[in-house]
């Protein structure tokens, strides 16, 4: 046994030139060779429904599924202890060939063996798949009920103080010490009317405990998680809210811009320019009447005749406001240029 050990310890290998002769040597053996070592066990664990009746041969039971003579059962230990070896060396591998093969449910059908020695190695095959704290492994062991032989094995065995009692006593105090939140579930769940007798250890009602701590906390968590997501949908609801009425008002100014008519804003534009114009026509008739007050008060027509010359471009500017340009004054000196050049005419004499 020694030996197998050794060669199938991927550690004990010299050290190789290429890091993948490790996987390649696991792949290999896993491959060609696995089967060969379970085939014993598996041929021993059949599930078929003849195999699986038993007779009754005076007082004692014969099990077909677990034959209980001593050669088989000492075989079956030997090659449960170089699988507890592999679960441990060849992580990977093993859970492969686990899953596929379903292997921990058939090594548990050895719980039935009156062997006690057998009994245990198959305990101690599901307590070091535990003991690595591997979710796969567990979602495994929940989706199967893989633990109702090994609670069936601590209901047969009594009050009974033996070393199957304490295996399985201390396999769930594991579970309650690492707090394997998944399993502990599963068990309270499933099993625990059945375990809440055993009063003589206070492991079951730890598990039970530490089930309702979980349950407590989850239910916390999410008051918490409600009430802090409240405030979130209030601002939410307000800021959409304000946008709404933001569009509403928006939206009636645009309406009642657009319901106000036409003629009615073009009446209104055409009003206001007569007010204009009115105001403009009254300040121009304000400076005639000064125009004509100034002419009146005058000595003399001539005077008042020049004085009202001025009035009309008064009007004028008020009306129409002139621009003086410089190039209107460089055109006025090129004519009077124009017209000094420009020979005068000499009179017609007489004949």
């Known amino acids: 046994m020694g030996l197998l050990r050794t060669l199938i310890d991927p550690e004990n290998m010299l ?6 002769e490790k996987t390649e040597f696991l792949s290999f053996f896993y491959k060609y060779c696995m089967h060969v070592l379970t085939a014993p066990l598996l041929a021993n664990t059949a599930e078929d429904s003849d195999e699986r009746a038993e007779i009754q041969e005076g007082s004692t039971k014969i099990n077909r599924v677990c034959p209980d003579n001593f050669q088989t059962a000492q075989l079956l230990a030997l090659i449960l202890e170089l699988l507890t070896f592999c679960v441990e060396h060849h992580t990977y591998h093993m859970k492969n060939y686990i899953m596929n093969t379903d292997l921990l449910r058939r090594v548990l ?6 062997h006690t020695f057998l009994a245990l190695c198959a305990l101690r095959f599901m307590r070091r798949i535990i003991g690595l704290k591997d979710e796969y492994y567990n979602r495994y062991i929940i989706k199967g009920n ?14 009974r103080y033996n070393l199957l009692n304490s295996a399985i006593i ?20 499933n099993f625990y009317k059945a375990l809440e007798s055993i009063e003589y250890v206070q492991t079951f009602k730890g598990l039970k405990g530490r089930y309702e701590q979980e349950k407590d906390r989850q239910t916390q968590r999410f008051r918490r998680y409600r009430r802090e997501a409240r405030p979130v949908e209030d601002d939410e609801e307000m800021w959409l809210n304000e946008d709404e009425e933001d569009d509403d008002e928006a939206a ?4 009642r811009s657009d319901e106000e008519p036409f003629p009615e804003s073009y009446e209104k534009f055409m009003e ?26 005058s000595p003399n027509g001539s005077s008042a005749k020049a004085a009202a010359l001025p009035a009309t471009p008064v009007v004028k500017t008020a009306m129409v406001g002139l621009v003086d340009y410089p190039d209107d004054e460089d055109e006025d000196e090129e004519e009077d240029e124009e017209e000094e050049q420009a020979p005068r005419k000499r009179p017609r004499l007489g004949s």
């Not at 893989?146 to 009594?158: H, R, S, T, Y």
């Not at 769930?172 to 579930?185: G, T």
């Open 146 to 159: 893989l633990f109702e032989p090994v609670i069936n094995a601590l209901l047969d065995n009594g009050t």
């Open 109 to 114: 059908v050895l719980m039935n063996s009156k």
């Open 15 to 20: 050290a190789p030139t290429n890091k993948t």
């Open 170 to 189: 201390e396999l769930f105090e594991f579970i309650k010490v690492e707090d394997v939140k998944s399993l502990i579930a599963h068990i309270v769940d």
């Open 252 to 255: 009636e100014e645009k309406s």
């Open 272 to 297: 206001a320019k007569k007010v204009k114009e009115r105001a403009a026509n009254g300040a121009n008739g304000a400076n005639s009447k000064a125009a004509t007050s100034a002419s009146a008060t």
